[in-house]
């Protein structure tokens, strides 16, 4: 069978989760879906020919066949001894109906996402491991580790500017950070084809879904 290469571990995928009440309150890997699946405490939210199609996991497991055969590409998959499951865009959680958070955490992942893996004083962009983070105004000088104070940077640049003001060190930030209204992370998501099923349920009022 010929199609997309499949990811090294289809286990690691996002999954986008809502409440009982379709509202968006987190992402989570496909391993925890597929566990919330397997224990009934969740269903899968499948979008086919622009309808939403609701299944659990034994149904969703059958659908997955016929998925495997017709629609390779559409889906990440998780391989078993047996058979192939197609790792779910959405799940619905069936008990859960508390409200979302608003507040983007602040963490190394969430500013990798902001300034989408581009040092922020040359401007490329580089793979998470050959990016650092950068104190605009050093710490010796009372800068703060704050949205508005912390940015990516390569290593050639953070070498460069030391513990010094960007001004004084002859650099330029290509843009001033700030704090997300919504979490950055969704946005890179909602960048591939694979995610577009999600914008049905992230309207703006819902864009700062939680991350665990």
Request: with cysteine.
């Amino acid at each position: 069978m010929t199609g997309q290469a499949e990811p090294l571990n289809g286990l690691t995928c996002s999954v986008l989760v809502l409440n009982k009440h379709y509202m968006a309150i987190r992402v989570i890997e496909a391993k925890r879906a597929f566990s919330l699946l397997f224990r009934q405490l969740a269903e899968v939210v499948a979008c086919e020919e622009g309808t939403y199609c609701n299944y659990n996991f034994k149904s969703w497991c059958e659908v997955s066949r016929f998925k495997r055969n017709f629609q390779p590409d559409m889906y990440d998959w998780v391989s078993t001894v047996n058979f192939h499951v197609a790792v779910p865009k959405i799940i619905r959680l069936l008990f859960y109906d508390r409200l979302p958070r608003n507040e983007v955490k602040f963490n190394r992942r969430n500013i990798f996402a902001r300034d989408r893996n581009s040092c922020q004083y040359c401007g490329k962009k580089f793979h998470t491991s050959e990016l650092s983070l950068d104190h605009v105004i050093p710490r010796s000088l009372g800068g703060k580790a704050t949205w508005e104070n912390i940015v990516c940077a390569c290593t050639s640049c953070n070498v460069r500017k030391g513990g010094r003001l960007p001004k004084e060190a002859g650099m330029t930030l290509i843009k001033l950070p700030v704090k997300p209204k919504r979490n950055p992370l969704i946005h890179v998501h909602l960048g591939t084809e694979r995610y577009s099923s999600w914008k049905q349920f992230l309207d703006h009022a819902y864009w700062s879904v939680e991350l665990k």
